[in-house]
């Protein structure tokens, strides 16, 4: 691929990631340096409802590394049950028809999207993405080594249907306050993943454009802590503007993701 076209793609990707937002009109896609100033002056007309419940200036938490009590392959089952039946395209979660979106931004090397990954979101998936409500995606940030090496791991165990429950695994094993990190392989192993194909699927270019653009946004919108989830009526006509997001920073409760989704369905009746 010549410079241009690579140039290109990661302008298309970085509009369709900060056009999450509603940030940028149709006509500004491949404008180049336009994309972050004309996001950065509409970004506070389209995000709305910040519901927090930690410090703004609380920031990726790591955990402490001591020897999980649970076996691998225990967390594994575990994670397997939480998820068998619901669909999976990607880092996607739910089916494509649900009335509402839920949009993560999160780093999988976090102490506190672990948490809320192990205390809140089981019962947000039972409640919400099970039932056909709502669709649940994760945009893995990644700071660092580490967590760089996990999204692409997320990713590829995607590409076999299984990306939220190595999603899940991850923050088990190697986010949560008690735990050691695991090797990614070693998680993927315990998944039962093709190992083969998913090495193969590691280095796939399409991962650095995802990753680059989940920072993007999360840089335009001016995120200070994680995780970050954007809760809104899900809108499948193209020609209508995006529905303002309602934010969540670092959800406590379930009750916060109850408000923010009867708030977003109420909007459109």
Same mark, same amino acid.
């Given at each position: 691929?010549?410079?241009?076209?690579?140039?290109?793609?990661?302008?298309?990707?970085?509009?369709?990631?900060?056009?999450?937002?509603?940030?940028?009109?149709?006509?500004?896609?491949?404008?180049?340096?336009?994309?972050?100033?004309?996001?950065?002056?509409?970004?506070?007309?389209?995000?709305?409802?910040?519901?927090?419940?930690?410090?703004?200036?609380?920031? *990726?938490?790591?955990?402490?590394?001591? =020897?999980? @009590? +649970? $076996?691998?392959? #225990?967390? %594994?089952?575990?994670?397997?049950?939480? !998820?068998?039946?619901?669909?999976?395209?990607?880092?996607?979660?739910?089916?494509?028809?649900?009335?509402?979106?839920?949009?993560?931004?999160?780093?999988?090397?976090?102490?506190?999207?672990?948490?809320?990954?192990?205390?809140?979101?089981?019962?947000?998936?039972?409640?919400?993405?099970?039932?056909?409500?709502?669709?649940?995606?994760?945009?893995?940030?990644?700071?660092?080594?580490?967590?760089?090496?996990?999204?692409?791991?997320?990713?590829?165990?995607?590409?076999?249907?299984?990306?939220?429950?190595?999603?899940?695994?991850?923050? *088990?094993?190697?986010?949560?306050?008690? =735990?050691? @990190? +695991? $090797?990614?392989? #070693?998680? %993927?192993?315990?998944?039962?993943?093709? !190992?083969?194909?998913?090495?193969?699927?590691?280095?796939?270019?399409?991962?650095?454009?995802?990753?680059?653009?989940?920072?993007?946004?999360?840089?335009?919108?001016?995120?200070?802590?994680?995780?970050?989830?954007?809760?809104?009526?899900?809108?499948?006509?193209?020609?209508?503007?995006?529905?303002?997001?309602?934010?969540?920073?670092?959800?406590?409760?379930?009750?916060?993701?109850?408000?923010?989704?009867?708030?977003?369905?109420?909007?459109?009746?």
């Amino acid at each position: 691929m010549t410079a241009a076209p690579q140039q290109r793609t990661w302008r298309l990707a970085r509009c369709a990631a900060v056009g999450l937002f509603g940030m940028l009109a149709l006509a500004g896609c491949g404008s180049g340096a336009a994309h972050t100033a004309t996001a950065a002056t509409q970004a506070s007309a389209t995000t709305t409802t910040t519901t927090s419940t930690t410090s703004t200036t609380a920031t *990726r938490t790591a955990a402490t590394p001591v =020897t999980p @009590a +649970e $076996p691998l392959s #225990a967390a %594994a089952h575990q994670v397997a049950a939480q !998820l068998r039946g619901i669909s999976q395209r990607g880092l996607v979660l739910g089916r494509s028809g649900a009335s509402v979106t839920i949009i993560e931004y999160g780093d999988l090397v976090c102490g506190l999207c672990a948490a809320v990954h192990d205390s809140v979101l089981p019962t947000v998936i039972a409640r919400y993405v099970r039932s056909g409500r709502a669709t649940l995606e994760l945009r893995p940030l990644a700071e660092g080594s580490a967590s760089n090496a996990l999204a692409r791991a997320a990713y590829a165990a995607g590409v076999q249907g299984r990306g939220w429950e190595f999603v899940q695994l991850s923050y *088990r094993r190697s986010g949560l306050a008690g =735990t050691v @990190a +695991e $090797p990614r392989e #070693a998680l %993927a192993r315990a998944l039962g993943l093709d !190992l083969v194909r998913w090495r193969a699927d590691l280095g796939r270019a399409s991962w650095k454009i995802d990753i680059d653009g989940a920072h993007e946004v999360a840089n335009v919108a001016g995120f200070s802590a994680y995780p970050v989830f954007l809760v809104t009526h899900t809108v499948r006509d193209i020609i209508k503007a995006p529905a303002p997001y309602i934010v969540l920073t670092a959800p406590t409760s379930v009750g916060a993701f109850d408000r923010a989704i009867a708030k977003a369905l109420a909007r459109h009746g």
